[in-house]
């Protein structure tokens, strides 16, 4: 039998239900593009052009790629993250305290080739010159 159509309605009712209990609903004033890229790149870190092929695999109907490049300044400007942030810590009962949000999805990937941008060092200053002979062996980060 051939698999003609996939959905994972229970799974994007769950995380839409999520981002609604923390309160980023309010905060980005139900903007569903916005609410989409964030929950596509839960199911799957990936670039901005790629959360389309995210929204295809989960059976969700996607805005353009140049409709979420044109949303993305609503949550660049500094009130919007810090309601972001104020949300997130009114929902953990943090009380009055700071809270910093940051992306890590494109920070780690392992790999058997180094990226050229550590360098351990003869001297143990942290970086080596990229034409050094011992770059290639050494050039692998941890984690």
Same mark, same amino acid.
């Given at each position: 039998?051939?698999? $003609?159509?996939?959905? @994972?309605? =229970?799974?994007?009712?769950?995380?839409?239900?999520?981002? %609604?209990?923390?309160?980023? +609903?309010?905060?980005?004033?139900?903007?569903?593009? $916005? !609410?989409? $890229?964030?929950?596509?790149? /839960? /199911?799957?870190?990936?670039?901005?052009?790629? #959360?389309? =092929?995210?929204?295809?695999?989960?059976?969700? &109907? #996607?805005?353009?790629?140049?409709?979420?490049?044109? !949303?993305?300044?609503?949550? #660049?400007?500094? #009130?919007? =993250?810090?309601?972001? @942030?104020? &949300?997130?810590? *009114?929902?953990?009962?943090?009380?009055?305290?700071?809270?910093? $949000?940051? +992306?890590?999805?494109?920070?780690?990937?392992?790999?058997?080739?180094?990226?050229?941008?550590?360098?351990?060092?003869?001297?143990?200053? %942290?970086? !080596?010159?990229?034409? @050094?002979?011992?770059? *290639?062996? @050494?050039?692998? =980060?941890?984690?």
């Amino acid at each position: 039998m051939e698999i $003609l159509n996939s959905q @994972s309605t =229970r799974l994007w009712d769950g995380l839409c239900r999520a981002y %609604g209990v923390l309160g980023f +609903d309010s905060v980005l004033g139900g903007d569903e593009v $916005l !609410r989409d $890229l964030v929950l596509a790149r /839960i /199911i799957e870190p990936t670039s901005k052009i790629e #959360a389309e =092929r995210v929204f295809t695999e989960t059976g969700v &109907a #996607a805005a353009s790629y140049r409709t979420v490049k044109r !949303r993305l300044p609503v949550i #660049a400007k500094p #009130a919007v =993250r810090h309601a972001l @942030s104020a &949300a997130c810590a *009114a929902h953990a009962g943090l009380g009055p305290a700071g809270l910093v $949000l940051f +992306d890590v999805s494109t920070l780690y990937f392992e790999t058997d080739t180094g990226d050229g941008f550590y360098f351990e060092t003869d001297t143990g200053d %942290g970086f !080596r010159s990229p034409d @050094s002979p011992r770059n *290639a062996a @050494s050039s692998r =980060r941890s984690p």
